[in-house]
């Protein structure tokens, strides 16, 4: 099964930035359309970003402009930078392809708290 850990969150001031990390143990990584996801207690996940395997973008309305999500194949990895913050991007973030499968796995999340 492919493992996904997800890295890079923290508590921030509203404004400020962070990168995400999404590490995967997937040999079909490169082939692979990825996309970020977020979740608040209580309310459904959330799909934010989405790369395909060519590393063609597309976001949410609510982080257009402020998330800007970009891969390495050579390394597997996933990233989503996060400028000028908002407290209702409070969140735990995973990475997971995209389209999700039948039973996703799930990686432990990142958390990510922005303070006003």
């Known amino acids: 099964q492919v493992q996904l850990v997800e890295s890079g969150g923290g508590l921030v001031q509203a404004g400020e930035s962070l990168r995400l990390s999404c590490a995967s143990s997937?040999?079909?990584?490169?082939?692979?359309?990825f996309g970020w996801y977020r979740q608040v207690p209580g309310k459904q996940r959330e799909l934010v970003a989405v790369?395909?395997?060519?590393?063609?973008?597309n976001y949410t309305d609510s982080v257009k402009g402020r998330f800007f999500v970009s891969r390495d194949n050579t390394k597997n990895t996933l990233y989503l930078k996060m400028n000028n913050l908002k407290p209702e991007d409070t969140a735990v973030y995973y990475c997971?392809?995209?389209?999700?499968?039948?039973?996703?796995?799930w990686g432990q999340g990142t958390q990510v708290t922005v303070s006003s």
């Open positions: 790369i395909s395997s060519a590393g063609s973008a």
């Open positions: 997971n392809p995209y389209p999700l499968g039948p039973l996703p796995y």
């Open positions: 997937g040999s079909t990584f490169s082939r692979n359309a």
